[in-house]
């Protein structure tokens, strides 16, 4: 195996042009988006106050997500994952880890709906009320139809021949990457996105451990593979221990980012529970009216 096949893992089909224009595309793309969520924030804070409605700390959130997806498909990365498997998965993990939930956080909708032209706002608003959409924008169907989608997503672009495609095609390569961090920011607004948005913390553990099952069986399969699964170009110098270490890099980050954010659900449920309804973690008597246990005769023993 020659050193360019080893070490280029975009090298067949590649078209220098037609990367750049992508890449010229994503930037202006990222750009405008901002400006519109930018936009839309200024009026929700002109009108609100300042930190109403999409607090400071959400805009921020959204922002270091735009710039951990320039992060991962530019610089050191994106150099990385062209001379690698496990170079190309770690983008994934930036996509799907960072910027997604970021993003997710950053609450865009209102922002974004806010900035569109004044026709675009209508047409979302009679789409908004369609009572298909309504069924779904319920917090427990939309949390059950976004893990579905990023579980999809995530096997696709990992099965054998699109992922050839897209590591042999730019306009390929780009719609893998869009097509991760759709689903991951889809994904994660159920979990960190605005309270309205958000499901029932039951649901929400169960959606994240319905979600990471499928991605440790990818990252399990990929690992544990006698073989390369893929062509040998897509890989650096070793395709096997570049395969296995892709593997280790999609199961281990995913299972602990999983595991904590779904054990913080878990206990902040409970500390709600316990100062919402105390008596009703600990099995005791549930006082209506929040008035004194009346003792006489027949209770003075219980009480005590």
Do not use: K, N
């Not at 409605?53 to 062209?82: C, I, K, M, N, S």
């Not at 997503?153 to 042999?168: I, K, Q, R, S, T």
């Not at 399990?220 to 221990?241: H, K, N, Q, S, W």
């Amino acid at each position: 195996m020659s050193g360019l096949t080893a070490y280029r893992a975009h090298q067949p089909g590649q078209d220098p042009v037609a990367e750049g224009l992508l890449t010229m595309l994503a930037v202006v793309t990222l750009c405008l988006l901002v400006a519109g969520y930018g936009r839309g924030v200024q009026e929700l804070w002109a009108r609100r106050g300042v930190g109403r409605v999409v607090p400071g700390w959400r805009v921020a959130a959204f922002g270091v997500g735009v710039l951990t997806v320039l992060a991962a498909d530019q610089g050191p990365v994106h150099e990385l994952a062209e001379s690698s498997f496990a170079g190309h998965m770690a983008q994934h993990m930036l996509l799907l880890l960072v910027a997604g939930p970021l993003l997710a956080a950053g609450a865009a909708g209102l922002p974004l709906s806010l900035a569109a032209p004044a026709p675009l706002r209508r047409l979302l608003a009679r789409w908004r009320v369609a009572p298909a959409v309504r069924r779904l924008r319920r917090p427990t169907a939309y949390a059950l139809l976004a893990g579905g989608g990023q579980t999809v997503v995530l096997w696709f672009w990992h099965l054998p021949g699109p992922y050839a495609a897209a590591v042999d095609r730019p306009a390929v390569h780009a719609a893998e990457h869009l097509a991760l961090l759709a689903a991951a920011w889809l994904f994660w607004v159920p979990v960190v996105g605005p309270p309205r948005h958000r499901a029932p913390a039951p649901v929400t553990v169960l959606l994240l451990a319905g979600a990471m099952l499928p991605a440790s069986a990818l990252g399990a399969v990929l690992t544990f593979a006698p073989a390369p699964v893929y062509p040998d170009r897509m890989f650096g110098a070793d395709p096997l221990a570049d395969q296995q270490l892709a593997g280790l890099l999609m199961w281990a980050p995913m299972d602990l980012v999983v595991l904590v954010v779904a054990l913080t659900v878990f206990l902040r449920w409970l500390l709600r529970m316990d100062r919402d309804r105390p008596d009703a973690l600990i099995g005791g008597p549930v006082r209506r009216g929040g008035g004194p246990v009346a003792t006489g005769p027949g209770t003075e023993g219980m009480v005590r």
